[in-house]
């Protein structure tokens, strides 16, 4: 006798989280800690201080604390747009014929279209109190500084934008929301910086890449006094407030007493995935629950599947710390026509330990499958979704298609992460027929490991 679930739980404003969830103080064996690249001890929060904010620092190097409160300003902001709605995919489950129960929780409800301003609202705030004068990043497709730039109008903070060059052409309206909301926009790799110079050197013609791009912020932070560098994924940190994610997906589902089964994410860096599954995660870590969670990566940039857990550089330029993380060496570069987001080489290291030990599976997938699934949810459920999105909405797909054949009611529960309106160059190549898979062979992901640092 199942109580009809609505069509979208919301959450109501009392029931939002008023803490996030660390998930690292509730793993036995923690995530290895950043090193120093050349003296490869841990790095000291003194040494991260002078790229990042203070108090953001402590979160990063904190593996006991669970719970981290969320100040009252980030609160109201986070209301803005939040609770996200957890949906019940009543249509997608109809069309596919299957037992198995869907929902999805939508985070693409903001002007940025993504997750990503959860963490950017949070990294402005902590600049801001540390009396900052601005922030510099880079962005990828865009989403994270679409996000940033509305954070930092927020808090009256000056953000500089470094955007991967072959985005900065093909996503001219991304560039000029973040322009609507104040911040500077610069294709990289640029003339402004000192690495942006020694790549262009190096490669002349580069559309760029993302490591590439954080090299460029990273320098111009760090010269520029009153200035910090901020990171839209990746970092333990940007895992901890995605953790609102997850909180509120697992507080929806209590209220009416279901209990997921298979829980899905996409996984570039690894922010959104952390930080859906990080309450959940924690119960299996407290022996108090068990789920199947699956991450989602592309089948050309395949760092769980295909990459070597090891210490690597977080950026092209190897200004970062070296992390210990599932990569493909922070030199891989996607092929030029991968259209579906999550090329970062490398993956969060809470996320790369929890799949060593074996808490979660990976699987990756083939943009034009990742297409043929973003546009049949697109049709059947209504929302137009970001490619990213798109992967784990393939694997949604496929496993409510196997509780079909198998006859059984499972309760599969995916990260819809964003809307994909600035990708429709990326859908309009798959609408034409001209969008191929690419996948990287063994020997060319062996040439891009075997640069890894030896540590
Ligand atoms: C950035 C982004 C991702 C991937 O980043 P993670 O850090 O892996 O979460 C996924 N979906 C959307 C919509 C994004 O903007």
Not at 195 to 214: D, K, M, N, Q, Y
Not at 382 to 393: C, F, Q, R
């Amino acid at each position: 006798m199942e109580n009809k679930i609505p069509y979208k739980i919301y959450l109501e404003e009392h029931e939002m989280p008023k803490a996030w969830y660390n998930v690292r103080a509730d793993m036995k064996n923690k995530p290895a800690p950043l090193l120093n690249p050349d003296t490869l001890q841990p790095v000291t929060a003194q040494e991260l201080e002078a790229v990042f904010c203070s108090e953001l620092v402590q979160q990063e190097l904190d593996d006991s604390t669970a719970f981290f409160e969320i100040p009252e300003e980030i609160r109201s902001f986070y209301k803005m747009y939040r609770p996200a709605p957890l949906v019940r995919a009543y249509c997608l489950e109809e069309k596919l014929q299957t037992p198995a129960k869907i929902y999805y929780k939508f985070e693409g409800n903001n002007t940025s279209g993504s997750h990503k301003l959860n963490s950017a609202i949070a990294q402005a705030y902590y600049a801001k109190k540390q009396g900052l004068r601005g922030v510099t990043t880079e962005t990828g497709a865009g989403q994270w500084g679409t996000a940033l730039s509305m954070a930092c109008s927020y808090f009256g903070l000056d953000c500089r934008v470094f955007m991967v060059k072959v985005s900065y052409e093909q996503k001219p309206f991304r560039r000029e929301v973040m322009r609507t909301y104040g911040a500077s926009v610069t294709p990289s790799p640029s003339t402004e910086t000192e690495v942006g110079r020694r790549i262009l050197a190096e490669h002349p013609g580069t559309g760029g890449s993302l490591g590439c791009a954080i090299s460029e912020a990273v320098e111009v932070a760090v010269n520029t006094p009153g200035y910090r560098y901020v990171l839209g994924s990746v970092l333990n940190q940007v895992l901890l407030h995605q953790s609102v994610i997850g909180l509120e997906t697992k507080a929806a589902l209590d209220k009416y007493g279901v209990k997921a089964d298979i829980i899905i994410g996409c996984a570039g860096g690894g922010s959104n995935l952390g930080g859906l599954i990080a309450p959940f995660a924690g119960q299996m870590l407290r022996g108090e629950a068990d789920y199947r969670i699956i991450a989602v990566e592309p089948a050309s940039c395949p760092s769980l599947t295909r990459g070597r857990y090891a210490y690597d550089f977080c950026d092209t330029g190897k200004m970062c710390p070296l992390a210990k993380m599932y990569t493909l060496g922070s030199g891989f570069i996607p092929s030029a026509n991968h259209a579906g987001g999550l090329r970062y080489h490398g993956m969060n290291s809470v996320v790369s330990q929890l799949y060593a030990d074996g808490l979660m599976e990976a699987t990756s997938v083939e943009q034009t499958k990742v297409f043929e699934a973003a546009e049949y949810f697109a049709r059947v459920e209504g929302i137009l979704p970001a490619p990213e999105s798109s992967h784990a909405i393939r694997v949604a797909i496929d496993e409510a298609i196997k509780c079909k054949e198998t006859g059984e009611e499972k309760t599969i529960v995916f990260g819809l992460t964003g809307t994909g309106y600035f990708d429709m160059y990326a859908y309009e190549k798959f609408h034409n027929g001209q969008m191929t898979d690419f996948i990287p062979t063994d020997k060319e992901l062996e040439a891009s490991l075997e640069k890894l640092p030896k540590v």
